[in-house]
């Protein structure tokens, strides 16, 4: 039985055992099982299903709509890319057979597969391409796709209601179809290149500035990827049946099932085989664990996302950047990452992952925990300690609200920042919710400080995108230094050109912090050796080979 311990008790006894493991720990890669025969009699019951755990899915079922990582999670079972990602980050083929750019980098011409279609049979063709990219351009369009860092010619008219459609997007043929950009851009293939909707399912009556019809079908997904989307019943589970009419042929499993887990429960369903994959944090305890069940494949690869903590330069307190900054100071992130992580995580010291090519942190304060330091800056701010050693400034006490979900990463970090910073003289208030309420008050602006973490990051412009003004318009941050340094950086795709400006982005970011940068980690799954074909990666995670995923007869 596991046996749940308080992240209090932790920080005094996981941060000594973490380097008892020191020696002993997993190296990247799939540690294969080393006894199958242990695979648990209710998984050997499923003979035509595989589950795989999932955490907090909100019911937003379209892969350009979702404001929940989760949801993204069961639109990548849904719908295909255009253009995928190998497992080393490179742009490969996906539903588009080809792609070729001019010699100045603006246009673009995608080439389709041929007899491609829906999962209900209807053809695919390059006018679902254009009209995807259209409604990325549609005034009333609010998701998280920032269609615009792609510059296709004639998007923004078609936005402001000067033009009746995106002249930078040219139909050839019904396999084919060329797009035009004003500037050449490092990420516009991976922007163009994202799952496809159908324009006769999503696009019955469309017109510009009426996205309502649309937004009905958020729970009745009609995608073109590897299963089909059965029914989602909130709280417990995602069901989905193989799709036939996939690109790369019918996944052999026949039903796939998203079980909804946490960190209290994930381990007991794996154990007693009511899933047959799930993440875990990565920390020796829970590798043990999985190696003493004998049936688990287990996986262990390098993020691309860190996790943060936000602030919101809307609160007074926080528009001072040496509050901000004293924050950072007062903070012992390592003492976070030790007993969290426990040799499989470090310190985030810019808001990419050491996997990057961007990552360099020569000449990037590291704010190394130091209370003096954080101390100084909050007397040099005005904030001067009270009575109760909480710091007042103008009869206003220093006191910050802190939004965190329920996960691991969080368990810790709330008693480590509330002794932490009550040091230094802040008084912290955590708040505990879930996370689509967290995403929720954040959109409202209710809050001092939040805590999560970044989807994947496939190319350092993701992890600074957040940062941009008009993206970050929710915290309040603005520095024209990081929106010029972040425009040049996706100007060019030359790597070489681009590593020195991100270079001087993060130096720029470390001095006027928008956020608490707080770690990279090591991804830790398993998969019951009752299936095969599980390879998940950084920038595929468990999808990506989902469609060769099959169980063992």
């Known amino acids: 039985m596991r046996v749940a311990v308080s992240a209090a008790l932790l920080t005094s006894a996981i941060v000594c055992s973490s380097f008892a493991f020191a020696d002993e720990l997993l190296q990247e890669g799939i540690t294969p099982a080393t006894d199958a025969s242990q695979v648990p009699a209710a998984a050997k019951l499923r003979k035509d299903t595989v589950i795989a755990g999932i955490s907090e899915p909100q019911g937003i079922f379209n892969p350009y709509f979702f404001v929940n990582g989760w949801d993204e999670n069961v639109t990548n079972v849904i719908f295909a890319r255009l253009i995928d990602w190998d497992s080393h980050g490179k742009l490969v083929p996906g539903l588009a057979e080809s792609w070729q750019v001019s010699d100045d980098g603006k246009t673009w011409t995608i080439k389709l597969r041929p007899d491609l279609t829906f999962s209900d049979g209807s053809p695919l063709s390059a006018e679902d391409v254009a009209f995807t990219l259209t409604v990325l351009y549609d005034p009333k369009y609010d998701g998280d796709t920032d269609i615009t860092l792609a510059h296709i010619a004639g998007g923004d008219a078609y936005k402001q209601g000067k033009a009746d459609s995106v002249s930078g997007l040219k139909v050839i043929d019904p396999l084919t179809l060329q797009v035009t950009t004003t500037q050449p851009g490092a990420t516009t293939l991976q922007k163009i290149g994202g799952p496809v909707l159908s324009k006769a399912y999503y696009g019955r009556g469309y017109q510009r500035g009426e996205l309502d019809y649309l937004r009905t079908l958020h729970g009745k997904p009609l995608g073109n990827g590897p299963y089909i989307y059965d029914k989602y019943i909130p709280g417990q589970e995602i069901r989905f049946h193989a799709n036939a009419h996939y690109y790369r042929g019918k996944p052999p499993t026949p039903r796939f099932i998203y079980r909804v887990t946490n960190p209290s429960t994930n381990f007991q369903l794996f154990q007693t085989g009511d899933t047959d994959y799930d993440a875990f944090t990565s920390r020796p305890d829970d590798i043990e664990q999985l190696k003493l069940l004998g049936f688990a494949n287990i996986n262990l690869y390098g993020s691309s996302d860190y996790s943060k903590v936000e602030f919101n330069l809307k609160r007074p307190a926080l528009q001072d950047v040496r509050v901000r900054q004293a924050l950072i100071y007062g903070l012992d992130r390592q003492k976070l990452v030790s007993v969290v992580y426990q040799g499989y995580g470090s310190v985030a ?164 912090p928008p956020v608490i940068l707080l770690a990279n980690r090591k991804i830790l799954s398993a998969s019951s050796a009752r299936v095969t074909g599980f390879r998940p990666d950084i920038y595929n995670g468990l999808t990506g080979s989902l469609p060769d995923v099959n169980i063992v007869k």
Do not use: C
């Not at 808001?351 to 190394?368: D, E, F, H, L, R």
């Not at 940062?467 to 030359?494: C, K, M, P, W």
């Not at 790597?495 to 470390?510: D, F, G, N, S, T």
């Open 349 to 512: 010291v810019e808001p990419i992952a050491p996997i990057s090519w961007a990552y360099n942190t020569q000449g990037v304060n590291p704010y190394s925990f130091d209370p003096a330091q954080a101390k100084k800056l909050l007397d040099e701010a005005g904030w001067k300690v009270g009575a109760d050693g909480i710091r007042v400034k103008d009869g206003k006490r220093l006191e910050l609200s802190l939004l965190v979900s329920k996960k691991v990463l969080n368990d810790a970090l709330i008693p480590i920042a509330k002794e932490n910073y009550r040091q230094i003289g802040v008084l912290l208030k955590p708040q505990v919710v879930d996370f689509n309420a967290l995403m929720s008050q954040r959109k409202a602006g209710n809050y001092d400080l939040a805590s999560f973490s970044t989807s994947t990051l496939n190319d350092p412009h993701d992890g600074v995108w957040d940062f941009y003004s008009t993206e970050a318009a929710v915290q309040g941050y603005h520095n024209a230094e990081v929106d010029r340094l972040i425009n040049e950086g996706n100007a060019t795709s030359d790597i070489e050109k681009r590593k020195p400006i991100y270079h001087q982005l993060y130096q720029v970011l470390a001095n006027d």
